[in-house]
Structures are given as structure tokens and as C-alpha cells.
């Protein structure tokens, strides 16, 4: 497999997939003109990574290296995502002692009103806590089994992992997480959305 791995290093299409996809991923979670550089050897030290997997029974060899290529580039992106912070966010315990407005000290979390804590929630009240519980099990249940025990699994892991974990290709995971997301938009349910994983 080695002969293929240095084939598809010097292979036309992945050099030019990689640049391409490097630039397009400029803009896009912090990432700048001056990061194309380090996006092109990552994408290319992935692929290289990936190359002993490639089974041209499965696939052609253009159509595995653009696979790659893309769920790489998406992963780079969540990364660097999780990285990016509000400059307005702050962590502390709730469990700190701090002055409330009469001068008296108490626990941060005891000035935090029912409002707030519904917001840090996700905005939402318990009745629609509660809505959203059985609209998203209604989603579920129209769902095939395989795809709701992969949603079982990203709950707790990445899409990458969970693939592992069902033996599928973590194309495969993302199919079935691309075709979960436009079920719930075909349901209206696109505010119970959040960010891919």
C-alpha cells in the first residue's frame, strides 16, 4: 500500500482538492488567508493518514480522497469552532462567594433568578422543555433503527467514534446525521438544532 500512498501524494486531483479546499475553509471559524499554509499540510497529512485504509473495491480512488478531504476540512472547522469564545463570557463557580447589591456576601448561583437560569437552558420554559422531549421522540420514532442508535451514540461522542463503535465508515455516520437534521427541519423543529458534532 505504500506504492499507492506516495501515488496518491504526487496524485494531480488530491493537490488540487486540497489547495481548493483550504482556501474555501478561509473565513470560516477564524481561520485567515495566512492559515492556508498549515490547512493545506493538515488536509495532506490526513489523506496520507487515511491511504492504507483505501479499499478500491469500495470506491474509486478520486471518490475516497474527496471523502476524506471533506470530513477532514468539517472537523477542522468544529474544532476550531469550540475554540472560538464569546469575549463577553466569563467562568466562575456558582458556588463563589460575592457581594449581591446590599453589601451582604452569598453564593453566585443564589442571585441568579428563574429567568436567567431558564435562558442559560436554552431560553426555553420547562413546558417547553417538556414539548421539545416529545417532539424530538416523535422525530426518533419515524427514524430507521441504525439511525437512532447512532443518535443514541453522538450524545455522549463525536460522529467519528460512534462510527467506530456501529463498524460503519464515518462517511456513513454523517449521512445518516445529515439525513436526521433534515428530518427535524422537515418536522419545524429546526430551532432544536444545534451545531453538528
Known sequence: MQGDAKRVEINE??????????????????????????????????????LPK??????????FITAVIRMHAAKILETRSW??????????????????????????????????????????????RHDMVLDVDAVLSRLPEDTRKLCELVKTMTAPEAARRLGIPESTAYKRLADLR????????????????
Open 182 to 197: 433534515e428530518a427535524f427541519r422537515k418536522a419545524g423543529l429546526d430551532d432544536y438544532l444545534g451545531n453538528p458534532r
Open 83 to 128: 475554540g472560538i469564545r464569546d469575549y463577553r463570557r466569563e467562568e466562575f463557580s456558582l458556588n463563589e462567594e460575592v457581594r449581591d447589591g446590599e453589601g451582604d456576601t452569598t453564593e453566585r448561583g443564589d442571585l441568579i433568578g428563574r429567568e436567567e437560569h431558564d435562558r442559560r437552558l436554552g431560553g426555553r420554559s420547562e413546558r417547553d
Open 13 to 50: 486531483y488530491a493537490q488540487k482538492l486540497i489547495k481548493r479546499t483550504a482556501r474555501t475553509l478561509v473565513g470560516k471559524a477564524g481561520l485567515t488567508k495566512s492559515d492556508i499554509e498549515d490547512l493545506e499540510q493538515e488536509l495532506t497529512l490526513e489523506l496520507l493518514k487515511r
Open 54 to 63: 483505501f479499499d478500491p473495491a469500495r470506491a474509486a480512488l478520486n471518490t
